[in-house]
């Protein structure tokens, strides 16, 4: 059996294989990402037993986790999303009376609305068949449908970016947790106003602020960690269209004008990674759809305060976190969901330059069947499917924003 792989120098053919190839699944190789989201709690595995295909042996050997801490697990992750719900509404209630340290309390109860909404869409995709379970199953089912084998070709998961993307979240996740540590417990001049932002409508006892402490550690995780499951899984998914774009174009250049005899195998490969992203985008493009909306609020928010706020440099500093936060989580997310789109589409190119010398009608339906898909309704994850995440869509983003900066400076100045 002859097996085509993508390697560092191009593309390359390598025999003596055996007749049974084992994949690991994918989970084992998120395995990094998925384990911090369960210590933070917006994360279990999904309810329905593991569908493995084909597993190695050294993971066949292993036994499965226990139904019994399979439920401790989801218990832990509902337990930590009731918290999270009831920190927003404690907040939410003493969001009043209007006085100065309002603007405070709005952005730290929109913040904690947004935490809870993440952790919320992540335990419901992990809860729902046709969700997460979906798309691990779908995905697996690619290096052993009949297709893939018959053709020959295998795309090596790429997951190089796990690791980083795993150990930057976490970095990411203390910094959050160090600021308001400082916060609260440095003896700054504000720290009063956090304290009781933090704490409201209760007292600010030492045992309500060790509460808000705790509850900040899995608040963090469920603000930073799904813009990197989102980054992770548009990388990997970015990556096997990569793959694909560049067997495709060897092969057209080996038929040196000629119609590929391998375009149908191609072609099915390109339509279940499609389906790969639609199904993956039935989680994504809720939480896509929160970040962008709170996100933006957010920044929009931090930058009146910096410009018509408080001078005091503890204020602006703060408000520049939430500024710079708030856009840093849209660009990581909008640019790695960008990618997707730009690499399902990146094989348009191939496709226009495949020769049609002595081409057949099947052929030639094979060609236009997958041209159609390339051209018709556009491949990436969405943002509550109102539109598709593309660069042009950072781009006007960005420019609304600026345009919303400048015109806060221009009435300063007025």
Not at 114 to 136: D, G
């Amino acid at each position: 059996m002859e097996v085509e792989t993508i390697t560092k120098s191009g593309v390359g053919i390598h025999r003596n294989q055996t007749k049974k190839t084992h994949f690991p699944s994918i989970e084992d190789k998120l395995k990094p990402l998925l384990v911090s989201m369960k210590i933070l709690g917006i994360y279990f595995d999904p309810t329905q037993a593991k569908n493995k295909v084909e597993p190695s042996e050294t993971y066949a050997s292993k036994a499965n986790p226990p139904g019994w801490w399979r439920s401790v697990n989801r218990l832990y992750c509902y337990t930590v999303l009731l918290l999270l719900w009831f920190n927003f509404g404690r907040c939410a209630v003493g969001l009043f009376p209007h006085d100065g340290s309002l603007p405070l309390r709005i952005i730290t109860t929109s913040w904690m609305l947004h935490c809870a909404l993440n952790a919320t869409i992540i335990i419901a995709a992990c809860q729902k068949f046709t969700h997460l379970r979906s798309f691990y199953k779908h995905w697996d089912s690619l290096y052993s449908s009949k297709g893939s084998m018959a053709s020959g070709y295998i795309f090596p998961l790429q997951c190089q970016c796990v690791r980083p993307g795993s150990a930057a979240g976490w970095l990411l996740t203390l910094v959050n947790i160090a600021a308001v540590y400082v916060l609260l417990f440095g003896d700054l001049p504000v720290s009063p106003a956090y304290i009781q932002a933090l704490t409201r409508p209760f007292p600010a006892s030492a045992w309500m602020i060790i509460f808000n402490m705790v509850l900040h550690v899995f608040q963090s995780g469920a603000w930073i960690f799904p813009v990197v499951f989102i980054a992770i899984f548009a990388r990997i998914l970015r990556g096997q269209f990569i793959q694909l774009g560049k067997i495709l174009s060897k092969k057209i250049d080996e038929a040196d004008g000629h119609f590929p005899c391998q375009l149908p195998e191609l072609r099915f490969h390109y339509t279940q990674l499609c389906q790969a992203v639609d199904i993956v985008n039935r989680s994504f493009k809720w939480l896509l759809g929160v970040r962008v909306i709170f996100d933006m609020f957010l920044a929009c928010f931090a930058a009146y305060q910096i410009i018509n706020g408080s001078s005091d440099t503890f204020v602006i500093a703060v408000d520049v976190f939430w500024l710079g936060g708030g856009v840093l989580c849209i660009i990581v997310s909008a640019l790695c969901s960008s990618d997707v789109h730009d690499a399902a589409h990146s094989l348009l190119d191939d496709i226009f330059s495949i020769g049609t010398q002595n081409v057949t009608v099947e052929q030639l339906a094979q060609l236009n069947l997958f041209l159609a898909k390339m051209t018709g309704t556009s491949i990436g994850f969405t943002a509550i499917d109102f539109f598709v995440i593309t660069k042009e869509f950072l781009l006007t983003l960005g420019g609304l924003f600026m345009t919303y900066f400048f015109l806060l400076l221009q009435f300063k100045i007025a």
